[in-house]
C-alpha cells in the first residue's frame, strides 16, 4: 500500500523505498500462493491510476503478470474472471492506466527504427 501513497515520490527516501520494494516483489511474487497472487494483481489493478507514470507503473504490470495469470488457470477462471471483469469495468480510470501501460511496456521493441534480422 506505500507504493500507492501520493507522497512517496517527494520524499528523501523514495528512491530507496523503490528499489528495495522492486526486489522484493520480484522475489516474492512468485513465492505467493495462487490466492494470493490473484488478490495483488487486482489490488494493483483496483489502485493502478494512482501510481506515477514510467517505472512505478512498470514494475506493478510486472507484478501483476503471475496474478492475472493464475485468473486464467483453470481452477480459478470460473470466480476470479468474472471479478476481474467487474473490476475493470467500475474504474475506468485505473483500467485505461494499466492497458495504456500494458501497451507501453509490451511494445516497446516495436518503436525502433530498424528491425533485427
Not at 489502485?47 to 496474478?67: A, S
Not at 492497458?99 to 528491425?115: R, Y
Request: charged letters at 15%; aromatic letters at 10%.
Amino acid at each position: 500500500e506505500r507504493w500507492f501513497a501520493p507522497g512517496l515520490a517527494t520524499t528523501p527516501n523514495g528512491p530507496f523505498f523503490r528499489n528495495l520494494s522492486m526486489i522484493f516483489l520480484d522475489l516474492g511474487v512468485p513465492r505467493l500462493q495462487p490466492q494470493e497472487q490473484i488478490n495483488l494483481a487486482l489490488y494493483a489493478l483496483e489502485n493502478f491510476g494512482k501510481l506515477l507514470p514510467g517505472l512505478d507503473r512498470i514494475v506493478v504490470f510486472l507484478t501483476c503478470i503471475p496474478g492475472l495469470g493464475q485468473i486464467a488457470a483453470e481452477g480459478h477462471r470460473k470466480d476470479q474472471v468474472p471479478r476481474c471483469l467487474q473490476l475493470l469495468r467500475n474504474l475506468t480510470d485505473n483500467s485505461v492506466a494499466f492497458f495504456q501501460s500494458a501497451i507501453e511496456f509490451l511494445l516497446i521493441p516495436c518503436g525502433s527504427t530498424e528491425a533485427a534480422s
